[in-house]
């Protein structure tokens, strides 16, 4: 997870995002980097626009929010269910002695 962060820490910075960079960023917050994990995040991000990434993932709790919202309005719409039937001290204490004999 910290090779992720590094990404997007030297992507927020406009740093270019190489082996390098991404070793000494983690190297810096004291993690002893695994080059071979560094390689592999280097080769699944060839080609990826990480702005559209960001977006869609900043999107999707928007969206869910939206529903969110939607589905309170709705319920808050709908008639309220009558009450429940309350009973009296005497009635409950008369089913405690049915219980209880």
Do not use: W
Request: aromatic share 2%; charged share 25%; hydrophobic share 40%.
């Amino acid at each position: 997870m910290e090779y992720l962060y590094a990404v997007l820490l030297l992507h927020s910075a406009k740093k270019p995002i190489t082996q390098e960079h991404l070793t000494n960023l983690v190297r810096a917050c004291g993690v002893e980097p695994d080059e071979a994990q560094i390689e592999l995040i280097l080769k699944s991000l060839e080609g990826t626009n990480i702005d559209q990434i960001i977006a869609q993932a900043t999107a999707a709790p928007i969206a869910t929010s939206t529903v969110q919202t939607e589905a309170v309005q709705t319920k808050s719409s709908e008639p309220e269910s009558e009450p429940e039937a309350t009973i009296s001290d005497e009635e409950a204490e008369h089913g405690l002695d049915a219980l209880f004999g």
